[in-house]
């Protein structure tokens, strides 16, 4: 659904070459990410040097900061080693179906008041999709090593992706609802944005506009959505205390146990930046997502992002990791039930408002 | 188990007490500097007075030098034999002096006998730190800071001496006067001694 256009001004139309808009956004994208990546691999080792009383990286560049350039370096130049049994297809594609769908899932986000790589009013449900993709590659890695721990991490990382993906959607789903709302619609339509957004609650510019235009992000009126999504978001990326896939006492390093060189930066490329989606999305669904006084959109997008990023790292440098069964009991035993209470909540709320 | 709501409540209150102490430690790593690791390279930690390093002869003050006599003490009670010392008798000096003192660090057990057993005390450990290296080749020359000043000492030396045995030849003489001058008195002078008592 397209919302007719006061200013349509895309950066298609200005570069008048829509497949060159395409690159650049790709490119500027890859940049980004890779960026990103660098900068929140020092981060965490940053931070969780500064939770155990050390500094952490110090050496290379200022405060550190070049060494995972350094140690990016150093995968690209070492050799990329194909275990002999390994099943050839699968085990090449997967880095690929792993690290496609994370680039794609980014150039859906409106990082600033119509600023986004490609606009769409089912942003929120493709960029859940591409998530879905990532557990298909994570599989295909596990399966293609041809090893038992790369197996086992790839079996314990599907039953977990597809368990905590309810919860994650479920609460999820609440904000579309609020977004929904006709209230919310015709608020979002006053706005000066509104031309760069569709009306759609699964739009994520509209959702951000709907905050922006209620005056409340929707962190208050769901926060038990909020630490639903964020807790299946851990889930989601695989990070402590839910790492089992990759638990490194118990099965070297899961999935990607056979993977090294450039292969395995994808995989982490990967990981880091699913940890930068899940963000992203927490930021636009429930802290409003470029909302914010005084500064600039890009700046409170991009700071509300940091912030969970950086709670996420607080996080698994404090939690112990789960069992197994723990893990499962406390997403269908625990999770479901409340995302789904809590989703009847909100869609009570959407009609009462 | 009984009461969900509680124990999730349990958990989640333990939980954020998990998150408040792992930030303490953040904060007083950041905000306060006390990050309990030292920079390697860079810092040097406070070494210990009973630290032990490579045995090293001691410059006293008087002097100015060392008061190595090579006596060889050290070198017949070390259990690793890795001190090798040379001397000579030096013309005009009461003391020997040693010419060479080598330790191989690499023999050393740091047990500290050679201190213990040092007539001069003039051996002691020294603070060394950082000693890693890519050989074995660890002969150290302990006489090195001293090879300069030694001539300068030696003449020094002699001088005082030579000072001191003409003072005390001068005492010895002024001694033997004054006890020749006293004998003529001596047999007058013992009984007022014994009226004093």
Known sequence: MMTPHSAPVTFAELLGQPWLATLLGVGAIMGFLTLNVLFLIWAERKVSGWIQRRMGPTEVGPFGTFQTLADMLKLLSKQLITPAHVDKPLYHLAPLVVFAPVVAAVSLFPFSPGVSISELDLGLVLVFAFAGIGVIGIFMAGWGSNNKYALLGAMRSVAQNVSYEIPLILSALAVVLLASHPEGITLAAGTPEAHTAPLVGTSLAHITLAQEAQGYWFVLVQPVAFVIYFISALAETNRAPFDIPEAESELVAGFHTEYSGMRFALFFFAEYTNMLIVCMVATVLFLGGWDGPILPGAVWFFGKTYALLFAMIWIRWTWPRLRFDQLMRFCWGVLVPIAVLNLLGAAALAQVL | ?197
Request: aromatic share 8%; net charge neutral; proline share 4%.
């Open chain 2, 1 to 197: 188990m009984a009461n969900p709501v509680k124990s999730l409540a349990v958990g989640a209150k333990a939980l954020l007490t998990g998150l408040g102490m792992t930030f303490g430690e953040m904060w007083r790593t950041v905000v306060k500097k006390k990050a309990v690791t030292l920079q390697y390279p860079h810092e040097k930690p406070k070494l210990s007075g009973a630290y032990r390093s490579a045995i090293k002869l001691i410059r006293f003050e008087e002097t100015g030098t060392h008061d190595c006599v090579a006596c060889l003490a050290c070198e017949q009670i070390c259990p690793s034999f890795c001190i090798k010392i040379d001397g000579e008798k030096v013309e005009g000096m009461k003391k020997q002096r040693a010419t060479t003192f080598t330790m191989d660090f690499a023999l050393c057990s740091l047990c500290g006998l050679c201190i213990d057993v040092c007539p001069t005390t003039t051996l002691e450990y020294s603070k060394l730190y950082d000693e890693a290296g890519y050989g074995r080749d660890w002969k150290m020359d302990l006489l090195d800071p001293y090879r300069e000043g030694e001539e300068q000492f030696r003449v020094e030396q002699r001088a005082r001496e030579a000072e001191a045995a003409a003072e005390k030849a001068r005492a010895a003489a002024a001694a033997k006067a004054a006890k020749a001058a006293a004998a003529p008195d001596k047999a007058t002078g013992a009984p007022e001694k014994e009226g004093e008592a």
